[in-house]
């Protein structure tokens, strides 16, 4: 089955390049959120990560002082 050229079909069109904007400028908003996003999530983990660090040194030093002090009569 051939096809037959639409002569509706305007040939002079082209795309707008004011939606193309608004395009490339939505895009770009959502990848500027996206890295806004990564960089607070890794500075949320390094902070979580600094206070478990913390915790874990504490507790160890608790230990340790307790197994120095030695056995209580």
């Keep these: 089955m051939e096809h037959k050229p639409n002569k ?3 040939d002079s069109w082209e795309s707008s390049t004011r939606g ?3 395009w490339k400028e939505a ?3 959502v990848a500027s959120r996206n890295a806004d996003a990564r960089k607070a999530g ?3 983990r390094e902070a979580y990560e600094r206070e478990r660090d913390t ?3 504490t ?4 230990r340790d ?9």
């Design 65 to 73: 002082a307790k197994l120095r002090k030695g056995p209580t009569p």
């Design 42 to 44: 890794r500075s949320e």
């Design 20 to 22: 193309e904007q608004a």
């Design 8 to 10: 509706d079909k305007d």
């Design 59 to 62: 507790a160890a030093a608790k």
């Design 55 to 57: 915790a874990r040194r």
């Design 27 to 29: 895009t770009d908003r």
